[in-house]
């Protein structure tokens, strides 16, 4: 595969961040931004955000909301309890 030329707008200071590692390495300009875009295109590739599971209890046993309709679960959760804060 050959080599392609191509004009990239880049935030002065980023850019002069990499001028800076790319001396200090001894590396040029180039290799520090193909190393770049080589490290973030390497990534894995997250699919979306995961909740944590804070699950309580046993999963396994009965659903202590089973006894309540929709509309009562809603006024218990705008009810203030003790200790909360």
């Given amino acids: 595969m050959g080599e392609v030329k191509t004009t990239v ?3 002065d200071e980023l850019l002069k961040r990499a001028k800076r590692h790319a001396t200090e390495t001894g590396q040029t300009l180039r290799a520090v931004i193909e190393e770049g875009l080589r490290l973030v295109l390497e990534k894995p590739q997250v699919s979306g ?3 944590p599971d804070l699950s309580i209890g046993d999963p ?26």
């Fill in 49 to 51: 955000y995961k909740l």
């Fill in 60 to 85: 396994n046993g009965p659903n202590p909301f089973e006894k309540f309709t929709w509309p009562e679960m809603l006024e218990l959760s705008d009810r203030e309890w003790p200790g909360a804060e």
């Fill in 9 to 11: 707008d880049v935030h």
